[in-house]
């Protein structure tokens, strides 16, 4: 089965603070994503990964950045963390020769405080 | 721009009792069209997929929708709902060719009453 790990489940931190969120998933996909979810806007796009050192914009990037440097491994990074980004975040990974399925971890939720 | 309309935020049914989820979307070529479900505390788990052929597809857990291209709908169905369905349902559209990056709606929240 594939594993999508989020290694974090709930984070409390201080407005001004860098966050860093960490997935890790086990079947070599090429394609990552992660997306934020708000209750009544479903999930929204903030960067997607198509290769190691590869990155695109999603549907809402501003104050996110990310890193590809292996290919298992996305993280998502809050540079100055501000209490409009509190929020559950989802890392998925993309079968793409496959299914076409996206795997989701189970998310991370922050707070912002 | 590829979106997706669920119109329905909650949804209520009594148990044994039958489920549509309403789901339309938005998209100029032959989408690629998902429903996912997330329990409480979880990620999101696909139910079920259509990419081409039978418009009439069956997914996990007894689930099945059905895509309509003139109604541009893909709704989700399942005959007779059990109380372990309650649950937070997603619709989802994308295009297998730009690495699936999908579009999701805003989700239907299924309550089930017994």
């Known amino acids: 089965d594939v594993k999508v790990t ?7 931190k201080r407005t001004g603070e860098k966050v860093f969120l960490e997935c890790v998933q086990d079947m070599d ?7 934020r979810q708000d209750p009544g806007l479903g999930l929204r796009l903030i960067y997607f990964s198509y290769d190691v050192k590869m990155k ?15 290919k298992e491994r996305f993280s998502l990074i ?6 409009n980004q509190t929020s559950m975040y989802l890392c998925a990974s993309l ?19 | 721009a590829q979106s997706v309309t669920q119109p329905d935020i909650h949804i209520t049914v009594s148990e044994g009792a039958s489920l549509e989820l309403r789901c ?4 100029g070529a032959t989408p690629y069209l998902f429903w996912y479900v997330q329990s409480p505390g979880q990620g999101l ?23 309509k291209r003139s109604q541009s709908s893909f ?17 989802a559209v994308g295009e297998r060719e730009y690495g699936n990056k999908l579009v999701f709606g805003a989700g239907t929240i299924l309550r089930v009453k017994s």
């Open chain 2, 75 to 91: 709704n989700l169905r399942k005959p007779s709902v059990h109380w372990s369905d309650a649950a937070e349902y997603f619709c």
């Open chain 1, 56 to 70: 695109e914009k999603g549907d809402i990037p501003e104050g996110y950045s990310v890193s590809r440097e292996k």
């Open chain 1, 29 to 35: 996909h090429e394609n990552m994503f992660w997306y």
């Open chain 1, 6 to 12: 989020q290694s974090s489940r709930y984070l409390v």
């Open chain 2, 45 to 67: 788990q696909l139910l079920l997929k259509y990419f081409s052929g039978d418009t009439l597809v069956q997914g996990i857990k007894g689930f099945e929708a059905e895509f």
């Open chain 1, 95 to 113: 079968d793409r020769g496959n299914t076409g399925e996206l795997f989701f971890g189970e998310g991370s939720r922050l707070t912002v405080l």
């Open chain 2, 24 to 27: 339309n979307y938005s998209y």
């Open chain 1, 78 to 83: 809050l540079e100055s963390a501000s209490t």
